[in-house]
């Protein structure tokens, strides 16, 4: 999947979570890439977001640091 599909599939979720508070909205989004997206789509995220992360939200930019952390 490219960068870009991605990138606008992870905005969306945010734009989701938009309405709670960034402290809560980042663990959210990051919940929910860990339980929906597949562990390959998992890794070409944060492999977008080390390449700079052009286009992610900042709570998504955020949410997607918290899982390369985990891996």
Do not use: C
């Given at each position: ?26 663990p ?6 860990t ?17 700079g ?19």
């Open positions: 999947m490219s960068p870009e599909k991605l990138v606008y599939m992870a905005n969306q979720i945010g734009k989701f979570f938009a309405s709670q508070s960034e402290e809560r909205a980042v959210l989004i990051a919940d929910h890439l339980k929906f997206w597949d562990p390959r789509m998992r890794r070409e995220i944060v492999a977008h977001l080390m390449a992360g052009v286009g992610l939200d900042p709570a998504v930019r955020k949410a997607v640091a918290t899982l390369a952390h985990q891996s």
